[in-house]
Nanobody, 114 residues
Framework: QVQLVESGGGLVQGGGSLRLSCAAS???????MAWHRQAPGKQRELVAG???????NYAASVKGRFTISRDNAQNTVYLQMNSLKPEDTAVYYC?????????WGQGTLVTVSS
């Protein structure tokens, strides 16, 4: 089972940018990777995903503002977040999926002030 560690969260003003990183303990070349988030009092939701071949998909609420990418050589996935809004405040989790099973990181907190 791959272990995932997220980093890059923090406090940012509305309109600002952050880049989240997700470092895996082993190769991610065969894993579909994704970022999810959970805001206070809300259900966890899928933010962005990237397939083994690099195809991406985004939640409607972040499309055009967030970009997911992967660096298989570095076993790392990124989430570039631009034009941040207070409603983007959440704990962001990285996931690695393979054959119907997923590994989750511990999460990194993103707080966007108005």
């Amino acid at each position: 089972q791959v272990q995932l560690v997220e980093s890059g969260g923090g406090l940012v003003q509305g309109g600002g940018s952050l880049r989240l990183s997700c470092a895996a303990s082993g190769s991610i070349v065969n894993f579909a990777m994704a970022w999810h988030r959970q805001a206070p009092g809300k259900q966890r939701e899928l933010v962005a995903g990237i397939s083994v071949r690099g195809a991406t998909n985004y939640a409607a609420s972040v499309k055009g503002r967030f970009t997911i990418s992967r660096d298989n050589a570095q076993n790392t996935v990124y989430l570039q977040m631009n034009s941040l809004k207070p409603e983007d405040t959440a704990v962001y989790y990285c996931t690695a999926g393979l054959l119907g099973q997923s590994a989750w990181g511990q999460g990194t907190l993103v707080t966007v002030s108005s």
